[in-house]
């Protein structure tokens, strides 16, 4: 990950990194996990639970959209 602010070596402990093929498909992501979601968890009550409970879990420090531009040779 690279970042044109250098932050230093301590920056990150854990870092989670998520690969799109394009941005089309990060635009739609939620449609398409919505029935994944659904099957996993059932009702919408048990999901706003989970969802509750991954707030009290976790605290998100930062959050980054990085791009990534491949130039051809």
């Excluded at 250098?6 to 394009?22: I, R, S």
């Excluded at 968890?41 to 509750?52: D, F, L």
Aim: glycine share 6%; net charge negative.
């Amino acid at each position: 990950m690279h970042s044109v602010n250098y932050e230093g070596p301590d920056k990150y402990d854990v870092v989670f990194v998520l690969h799109y093929k394009d941005m089309a498909t990060f635009d739609t992501i939620a449609d398409k996990a919505a029935p994944v979601i659904a099957k996993a968890y059932g009702t919408p009550e048990n999901r706003a639970a989970v969802g509750k409970l991954g707030e009290e879990s976790a605290e998100t420090v930062s959050s980054e959209l990085v791009r990534e531009i491949k130039l051809k040779p």
